[in-house]
């Protein structure tokens, strides 16, 4: 019988990456053993059965068959692979479906939901480009949410969007072009909602955000270490405020991304309150920094958009989380070098936001989440698997752990403590902002689709192994 070994000092290293996209030497029958079993819903201990890529039974001392690989899960964790709701890969930044797979892969995340750019009305071209990339070089399995800049000529092809499986779509709010658009948002989100997909808003302000920046330039406050006054949290308050009119006015679900301050999670949590259909992401950021890093040489590394807040900002984030009105984390993954991200040409308008956070995203969030008593382990499965996985139309299929599921699981060991590393990252950045926190908590074995694709500090899986997931349309969900 396997066991998952303790992770060992060497840097995390990929296996395999290129390949026929089909797995060899897989059993056609898994058997993990003796785990703790966890899905949002609570916790039972036992045995899984995996056959043909997806769960085929959950009991007790299970028996195996003559060829089937089995894996001692006693003493850890099985959950459910993570879903993550917010990626950006390839374009210009350093990262593309493979290499941001293996960082996924390797923190425990199966599924990644990478953006992709509409050009004008041309969102059939767009998705179909972006899915011939995913045959060619994913690992994890991937899902698509196109970002919409124009409403009028994408609005009547949206029907079309939905019934090709994408469920979803993006609009940026802190665009200047949206606010001389509105009326056709307006529609897009009516549509949206009739043809069962979730529009999702990056809310900032945009008159806000630039003015301000370009008065703080022109007082000669351009340094990064004005930034997240340059940038205010008033403009996400008040984008908030209208993406919140605008669901009501509609009745259209909402996702607000990466929401940063308590002000605008108050917004969000009033909405809530009143019945609105909004749904509220938060990224690792705004959980483990605060705006002190901006003070200091490398302000450049930590730049993202919004700005990091104050600690009474994470501090309610961390409230909302455990209180269930944060539904999701989100890494927003961006990958740039340390040497584009330490640019000193840099200012508080021009300047490159983002950060890499796969690989990092659910160890942090277990250790300084789990570990700490501020959630439970349960709460820590729905907000990076179930939820997610409800929200984007992948749930009964993602984001659980029960029979006719796809096998997509975690084997997790809840006391491994690790020092994040530099060289253990895989995303192309090379780095890793965390680099040097202890974090207790960290994948031993992540299967997905009944394909063990990381063991032993390794990704195993073949790069186009991956696939596009399935979705339904939108449906209200239940979430905890």
Not at 4 to 13: C, K, L
Not at 79 to 90: K, Q, Y
Not at 91 to 116: H, Q
Not at 308 to 326: F, M, N, P, S
Request: proline share 6%; hydrophobic share 40%.
């Amino acid at each position: 019988m396997t066991r998952p070994a303790r992770f060992q000092a060497p840097a995390v290293v990929v296996a395999l990456w290129l390949g026929t996209g089909v797995a060899t030497g897989q059993p056609r029958e898994l058997i993990i053993r003796n785990g703790t079993i966890i899905t949002d819903a609570g916790t039972v201990q036992g045995d899984l059965r995996i056959r043909n890529g997806l769960i085929d039974e959950i009991g007790e001392r299970l028996t195996a068959g003559s060829s089937a690989r089995e894996i001692d899960a006693d003493g850890l964790l099985v959950l459910p692979g993570g879903v993550d709701p917010h990626v950006h890969l390839g374009g210009n930044w350093v990262d593309d479906y493979t290499s941001g797979s293996a960082a996924a892969l390797a923190g425990g995340i199966t599924t990644i939901s990478n953006f992709v750019t509409v050009r004008g009305d041309q969102v059939a071209e767009a998705m179909a480009q972006a899915a011939t990339q995913v045959e060619r070089e994913a690992i994890a399995d991937v899902i698509l949410h196109p970002i919409i800049g124009d409403p009028d000529p994408v609005t009547p092809q949206l029907e079309a969007l939905a019934a090709s499986g994408h469920t979803s779509l993006k609009v940026f709010m802190v665009r200047p072009s949206f606010d001389r658009d509105v009326p056709g948002f307006l529609n897009l989100l009516v549509t949206a909602r009739d043809t069962g997909i979730l529009t999702m808003l990056h809310c900032e302000d945009a008159a806000i955000v630039s003015t301000t920046a370009e008065r703080f330039i022109a007082e000669g406050r351009g340094a990064l270490r004005y930034y997240p006054d340059a940038r205010p949290v008033l403009a996400e308050v008040v984008a908030t405020q209208r993406a919140v009119a605008f669901s009501e006015a509609t009745g259209a679900p909402i996702y607000l991304v990466h929401l940063s301050s308590e002000r605008a999670l108050r917004v969000a949590e009033e909405a809530q309150a009143r019945g609105l259909p909004v749904y509220v992401e938060t990224r690792p950021i705004y959980l483990h920094l605060t705006r002190e890093r901006f003070e200091g040489p490398d302000a450049g590394l930590y730049m993202g958009q919004p700005p990091l807040r104050t600690q009474q900002d994470q501090d309610a984030l961390w409230d909302g989380i455990a209180r269930g009105t944060i539904h999701t984390i989100g890494t927003d993954h961006v990958a740039y070098t340390r040497e584009q991200k330490l640019d000193p040409e840099q200012n508080v308008q021009r300047h490159r936001a983002g950060m890499n956070n796969l690989q990092v995203m659910r160890p942090m969030l277990y250790s300084d989440g789990v570990r700490t008593g501020r959630i439970t382990v349960e709460q820590f499965v729905a907000l990076t698997a179930t939820n997610p996985a409800k929200l984007f139309g992948l749930y009964p299929a993602k984001g659980t752990i029960a029979v006719g599921a796809d096998a997509d699981l975690v084997i997790w060991d809840p006391d491994e403590t690790r020092t994040i590393r530099n060289e253990d990252a895989l995303s192309n950045t090379g780095f890793s902002i965390h680099a040097g926190r202890e974090v207790t908590g960290w994948p031993v074995m992540t299967i997905r689709r009944g394909e063990v694709v990381y063991e032993n500090g390794r990704v195993t899986g073949a790069a186009g192994s991956g696939r596009l997931a399935p979705r339904q349309r939108w449906q209200a969900p239940d979430l905890p």
